[in-house]
Nanobody, 119 residues
Framework: EVQLQASGGGLVQAGGSLRLSCVASGFTFDDYAIGWFRQAPGKEREGVVCTTSDGYTYYIDSVKGRFTISSDHVRNTVYLQMNSLKPEDTAVYFC?????????????WGQGTQVTVSS
């Protein structure tokens, strides 16, 4: 069973940084697409970044140059380093894992961690 445990959210001022962590179990990193999604109040969940099983990484335009995904295969942990945060980055952030494509019906989700960016 795929399990994902996200942490690291919090309250930060605009321009600040946070690093989210997601401890994963129940699957092999190399075989899965892994990513981060977010959902702001009143909005639909959106994909922020996804790393495919063959090593390609895709970011949404609004976070390019500010957010970086990385992983530690020894610790089975995925990180999202978020720099130069903006108030519009405020959302609940979810880590996700899928044997094929991030966000497909087969995607497994973590429980979410709140990120709040004050202006």
């Amino acid at each position: 069973e795929v399990q994902l445990q996200a942490s690291g959210g919090g309250l930060v001022q605009a321009g600040g940084s946070l690093r989210l962590s997601c401890v994963a179990s129940g699957f092999t990193f190399d075989d899965y697409a892994i990513g981060w999604f977010r959902q702001a109040p009143g909005k639909e969940r959106e994909g922020v970044v996804c790393t495919t099983s063959d090593g390609y990484t895709y970011y949404i335009d609004s976070v390019k140059g500010r957010f970086t995904i990385s992983s530690d295969h020894v610790r089975n942990t995925v990180y999202l380093q978020m720099n130069s945060l903006k108030p519009e980055d405020t959302a609940v952030y979810f880590c996700a894992a899928d044997p094929a494509v991030c966000g497909s019906p087969s995607t497994s989700w973590g429980q979410g961690t709140q990120v709040t960016v004050s202006s």
